[in-house]
């Protein structure tokens, strides 16, 4: 089952226009939300996250929006920079003692 | 900044062989994880570890696998006898606190032939 999904596996942006990656949920229990960037050969960096509290939170570049009613969460990048390629996930958990639940990943590909 | 370290970066063993994958988290996180991402497919959960003992496992984490932290700094996650299913990238993360930020390591590659 799962509980987190990215639908899309890739993302082709060129560089300087606006990245958006799409996150679905499943479970209503889950309250706070996280996006992770991946290099290859790297784990994945923690780069934002929300809590259910809220619906929209900003840092620098990134801003993940939450739509509660539609279980459904967005990164949106802004500018895109080429240094931003790398593979997105996004993860989840509830108000209990749960460890994070993952999405599969989205590529992004910022194209110079 | 502080880092989660895993050895090795890459593992190949045989089918049937025994592996340990080692971690060592940051120094003050209470919580330790061990997640692994099949080629193409989602970061799954395995284990959390907390106070020197499982909180949560998934059904992934049956009987060939266990996690010890023998010396207070590493924590390694164990496969009694691999399957080539178990190929995998596999990721140490560690937490301060519940519900905090997990920190991972860069993953062992591990090819079971």
């Known amino acids: 089952d799962q509980q987190v999904k990215q639908n899309s596996p890739s993302l082709s942006v060129q560089e300087g226009r606006i990245s958006i990656l799409n996150c679905d949920y499943t479970n209503s229990m889950f309250d706070y939300f996280l996006w992770y960037k991946k290099y290859p050969a790297e784990g994945p960096t923690f780069l934002i996250s929300i809590s259910s509290i809220k619906d929209k939170n900003e840092d620098g570049r990134f801003t993940v929006f939450l739509n509660k009613s539609a279980k459904h969460l967005s990164l949106h990048i802004v500018p895109s920079q080429p240094g931003d390629s790398a593979v997105y996930f996004c993860a989840a958990r509830d108000s209990g003692n749960t460890p994070l639940v993952f999405g599969k990943g989205t590529r992004l590909s910022v194209i110079a | 900044e502080p880092e989660v370290t895993q050895t090795p970066s890459h593992q190949v063993t045989q089918m049937g062989q025994e592996v340990i994958l080692r971690c060592v988290p940051i120094s003050n996180h209470l919580y330790f994880y061990w997640y692994r991402q099949i080629l193409g497919q989602k970061v799954e959960f395995l284990v959390s570890?907390?106070?020197?003992?499982?909180?949560?496992k998934s059904e992934i984490f049956d009987d060939q696998f266990s996690v010890e932290r023998p010396d207070g700094s590493n924590f390694t996650l164990k496969i009694r006898s691999t399957k080539l299913e178990d190929s995998a990238m596999y990721f140490c993360?560690?937490?301060?606190?519940?519900?905090?930020?997990?920190?991972f390591g860069s993953g062992t590659r591990l090819t079971v032939v």
């Open positions: 993360a560690s937490s301060e606190r519940d519900r905090s930020v997990y920190t």
């Open positions: 570890f907390y106070n020197n003992e499982i909180s949560e």
